[in-house]
T-cell receptor, first 113, second 110 residues
Framework: DAGVTQSPTHLIKTRGQQVTLRCSPKSGHDTVSWYQQALGQGPQFIFQYYEEEERQRGNFPDRFSGHQFPNYSSELNVNALLLGDSALYLC????????????FGPGTRLLVL | GQNIDQPTEMTATEGAIVQINCTYQTSGFNGLFWYQQHAGEAPTFLSYNVLDGLEEKGRFSSFLSRSKGYSYLLLKELQMKDSASYLCAVRSDSNYQLIWGAGTKLIIKP
């Protein structure tokens, strides 16, 4: 049973560039949540996708956008990268009720220079 | 506002017991989670409490008091591999998102 997978594992970009991160949920899960985790901090909720739509969004600017595909996989896009976007980006999957435990992928570490 | 507080760092000895506290103030409550996170890795699920009381799972136990906005994670028979950050997260009413504490870094000494 495959767990949550994310790609790439590491990424280096420069300010102003755009980045796309990818996530495949755990088998049987249909909901994907994205988080940003700065060093030494807890994860910060970016948004959650269910049925190919953004169900809920945290306090992040419109530069952060996403997509969910019919196979439940998801992408996180960040435009006009800032130095402060450097962080670990985590994807978590769960069942659609929203009451279920979230299981995390290994994360993508993004460095913006 | 919504807030979750945990101690920043704790130190304990191998073989001992440690209790990591978490207090929360949220607009509602629909469950509290504890996750373990080793440096550079993703959080892994440890426990879930939605009703008051103690949930035991092997060497780990988690307690919840909703009236006090308080939870703790109890780790017994500490092993060196338990050195990690422990994150407390709350799901508030009608929200799908989790609100996270900053985590408690636990250092285990021989």
């Amino acid at each position: 049973d495959a767990g949550v997978t994310q790609s790439p594992t590491h990424l280096i970009k420069t300010r102003g560039q755009q980045v796309t991160l990818r996530c495949s949920p755990k088998s049987g899960h249909d909901t994907v949540s994205w988080y940003q985790q700065a060093l030494g901090q807890g994860p910060q909720f970016i948004f959650q996708y269910y049925e190919e739509e953004e169900r809920q969004r945290g306090n992040f600017p419109d530069r952060f956008s996403g997509h969910q595909f019919p196979n439940y996989s998801s992408e996180l896009n960040v435009n006009a990268l800032l130095l402060g976007d450097s962080a670990l980006y985590l994807c978590a999957s769960s069942h659609s009720t929203g009451q279920e435990t979230q299981y995390f992928g290994p994360g993508t570490r993004l460095l913006v220079l | 506002g919504q807030n979750i507080d945990q101690p920043t760092e704790m130190t304990a000895t191998e073989g001992a017991i440690v209790q990591i506290n978490c207090t929360y103030q949220t607009s509602g409550f629909n469950g509290l989670f504890w996750y373990q996170q080793h440096a550079g890795e993703a959080p892994t699920f440890l426990s879930y409490n939605v009703l008051d009381g103690l949930e035991e799972k092997g060497r780990f136990s988690s307690f919840l008091s909703r009236s006090k906005g308080y939870s703790y994670l109890l780790l017994k028979e500490l092993q060196m591999k338990d050195s990690a950050s422990y994150l407390c997260a709350v799901r508030s009413d009608s929200n799908y998102q989790l609100i996270w504490g900053a985590g408690t870094k636990l250092i285990i000494k021989p």
